[in-house]
């Protein structure tokens, strides 16, 4: 349960006494006071919060001007200062979007994730809470750029998304485009949206408009959220943008300078926190796109066009799994998942597509069982590259497929949705191996590879000149 505090508990709770409480009592401070506490380390002024209920009882939570949270611990405070009280507000107005006959009609699906959440104090989480129409509340910069209707489809954070909403998710893009939107955004959760590109990517053919997935890595309580830019140049990018495919739209460089354009079978989140965490893998990124405009890096994308049409393949089947190769694995992994039904397997093996021997019987099993088995590398960048040593091609031997440059997790989503269409080995390996929007790629462009490593002098210098 929270803590209470304020004198105006205190009747209703005499046995409960903690720290905290007891300061909180003492100098009459309720939560959302504006305050200062005095401290043997100094003054610390900001907004008193509610506890978490995950949290001990020792500290007072402060929000400080700067919108960071602190905890002071009760027995360092000498005294509060009371400077005023606010009111808590948990929830931001929504506004109805104005409209202009001038500008293009943009739909926003909302799905859950970071740029669709609110701090929760009750339990010190980020929850999902802002409905679409909320968010153009929080960022009304987005009129200038569109009409924009919004439709909450989901509420959930991107660990939750997975073959259903996927599926949904689709079904909804492709009725929107039916109703002649100029473009699509798609709300989501950062850490699984690559998986969630890949699968619109395969169940979205054919697309004449761009459909752009958008999220944030920092929630809207922060200042250095990037929410507000990465759904702006999300919304600039569905509105006027000619390219008419799946993208994940976040942030380029750390700064706010300008976004990227990732295909949604080439983008990877790379980080956990920082705000430019996504990169494109083996290739280079689409387009940039800023307050202006959006900028193509590449010339071979599918182009935008006048219709309403779309090839919706919503399938999947969810009886795949993604294993990665270690040292010294038992073959009992392989088993497990064919003793329990699953109906293909997707390995990220080492080099250029390697496991060990011990695991030659159990693949074997696989492949007499019906299960689709395909290698790619777990090392993100490069290619399946399985007749150069003797193990790879024991491997094939094996039933083992290899999947050319498909990272692990897109070649999990097309498995299981080749799976959903048939079971058939020929045909599943038709529909694995034949490229729909960049999944495989005929070569590497000679930048598609570039590891920034810190500490060596060459890359020392480059960051310095770009270093926002």
């Known amino acids: 349960m929270n803590e209470p ?22 100098e009459d401070a309720r939560v959302w006071s504006q305050a200062t506490l005095h401290t043997d380390r100094g003054d610390f002024t900001g907004l008193i919060l509610p506890r978490s209920e995950t949290a001990d009882a020792d500290h007072v939570v402060l929000k400080l001007d700067t919108g960071y949270n602190i905890g002071v611990r009760a027995d360092t405070v000498a005294s509060i200062t009371i400077h005023g009280r606010k009111q808590a ?55 200038d750029v569109c009409n924009l209707e919004t439709d909450k489809l989901y509420g959930v954070f991107s660990e939750n998304m997975g073959p259903e ?33 890949a699968a619109l990517t395969f169940m979205l053919q054919d697309l004449p408009v761009p459909v752009v997935m958008v999220g944030s890595q920092r929630s809207s309580d922060r200042p250095s959220s990037d929410a507000a830019i990465n759904l702006i140049n999300a ?34 989140k790379m980080h956990s926190s920082y705000r430019s965490t996504f990169r494109t893998l083996s ?51 392989i088993d497990s998942l064919v003793d329990n039904g699953y109906k293909g397997i997707i390995i990220a093996g080492t080099g250029l597509g390697h496991v060990n021997k011990p695991l030659y019987p159990a693949l074997e099993r696989a492949r007499d ?5 395909y290698m790619t590398v777990q090392t993100l960048w490069g290619y399946v590259q399985m007749y150069v040593y003797e193990t790879g091609r024991e491997i094939m031997g094996l039933g083992v497929v290899p999947a050319a440059n498909m990272t692990p997790e897109v070649a999990y989503v097309k498995l299981g949705w080749a799976l959903g269409q048939s079971h058939d080995r020929d ?23 570039l590891v920034m490593q810190g500490g060596l002098p060459e890359v020392d210098e480059f960051i310095s000149e770009h270093w926002k």
């Open 5 to 26: 505090t304020g004198t105006d508990h205190q009747q209703d709770f005499p046995g409960y006494r903690t720290p905290t409480l007891d300061l909180l009592v003492r």
């Open 235 to 268: 919304t600039r990018t569905a509105a006027s943008s000619d390219i008419a495919e799946v993208m994940v739209c976040m942030f380029g460089p750390t700064s706010d300078e300008y976004g990227l354009l990732h295909r949604g079978t080439r983008v990877r």
């Open 89 to 143: 507000n948990y929830k931001i107005p929504e506004k109805a979007f104005p409209y202009d006959p001038e500008k293009p009609r943009v739909k926003l699906l909302g799905t859950g994730g970071t740029i669709a959440s609110r701090l929760d104090y009750r339990t010190g989480a980020v929850i999902p809470a802002f409905s679409p129409g909320e968010l153009y509340g929080s960022v009304p910069e987005l009129a």
């Open 283 to 333: 290739d280079v990124p689409l387009a940039k796109v800023d307050a202006a405009k959006v900028t193509p890096i590449r010339q071979d994308y599918r182009k935008r066009r006048d219709a309403k049409t779309v090839t919706l393949k919503a399938c999947f089947d969810d009886r795949v799994s993604l294993v990665y190769y270690y040292p010294a694995m038992k073959p009992d992994i």
């Open 427 to 449: 045909e599943v390996r038709d529909l694995m191996l034949t490229p729909i929007c960049g999944e495989i790629t005929d070569r590497e462009p000679h930048n598609g590879y």
């Open 369 to 373: 069982a019906g299960v689709h088995v």
């Open 165 to 197: 909403q996927w599926m949904g998710t689709a079904e909804a893009i492709a009725a929107e485009i039916e109703k002649g939107v100029a473009g699509i955004v798609v709300g989501h959760g950062t850490d699984t949206m690559h998986h969630t590109a």
